[in-house]
């Protein structure tokens, strides 16, 4: 029996100093994970050789003369409210691993052909501080020129001023800024397309905000894990 209670120790022991030197061992928790759409909700448009294809009943934003809407309807903004729930709030602002993933998938004036500057872009930002730009990196792969004139006006490439294909990019939050922003219990994030932007959808946003327990605390974990089996054995 003193063997095995020293094998159970010494392996818990083992355990717990693994976990504090690789702290990489540990998994990530997702604490939470929301997806939020635009009102109305983006739906693809398949006629791609209309320039008036760009309506605002499917979620299509676009500036003057470039939308079914006088005046246009995209503004300088778009904001997306997160919710948490106290019980979220606690897990994100209690420890120092919370990090922020925000994924958001687009379509139309999100590109730039290959070798062209990036100009069509959005800029995120949360609560008056800037978090970087998404789609700087996407590529468009319709052909130079116009269409209907350079190219098949039934092509489908993109993303393009004239097409709903998608793109999906994101970007990190810091655990200084995903714990500064849930506070309150509300993170609201805003996309600020780039002048260059004509025609937006926005399919969707994805804030994913995932939390890496300290490895002390798996350390603990595992040292009481043993004592308990300690004690289980003497009882015996």
């Not at 919370?98 to 687009?106: E, I, M, P, R, S």
């Not at 939050?173 to 260059?196: E, H, K, M, R």
């Amino acid at each position: 029996m003193t063997s095995t209670l020293s094998k159970s120790v010494l392996g818990a022991t083992l355990l717990a100093s693994s976990l504090c030197i690789w702290p990489s061992a540990l998994q990530a928790l997702t604490v939470y994970d929301q997806i939020l759409t635009t009102t109305p909700a983006a739906v693809a448009n398949p006629n791609v050789s209309s320039f008036t294809n760009c309506l605002a009943a499917e979620g299509c934003l676009g500036r003057n003369g470039l939308v079914d809407t006088v005046g246009g309807n995209l503004p300088d903004t778009i904001p997306f409210v997160f919710s948490l729930s106290s019980a979220q709030v606690a897990a994100v602002t209690g420890g120092p691993g919370a990090l922020g993933t925000l994924t958001v998938v687009a379509s139309r004036d999100i590109g730039h052909k290959v070798g062209a500057s990036a100009l069509d872009f959005i800029t995120v930002s949360g609560e008056g501080v800037g978090l970087g730009n998404l789609f700087v990196n996407t590529i468009d792969t319709c052909p130079a020129g116009e269409r209907g004139t350079a190219y098949d006006a039934n092509l489908i490439c993109g993303p393009n001023f004239h097409t709903d294909v998608t793109a999906t990019d994101a970007l990190f939050l810091t655990t200084a800024n995903i714990t500064a922003f849930a506070a309150d219990g509300t993170i609201q994030l805003l996309l600020d397309p780039s002048a260059d932007v004509g025609r937006l959808k926005i399919f969707s946003v994805e804030l994913l905000i995932t939390v890496v327990p300290e490895p002390s605390s798996f350390a603990m974990l595992a040292l009481g894990l043993a004592a308990v089996g300690v004690a289980a054995r003497k009882k015996r």
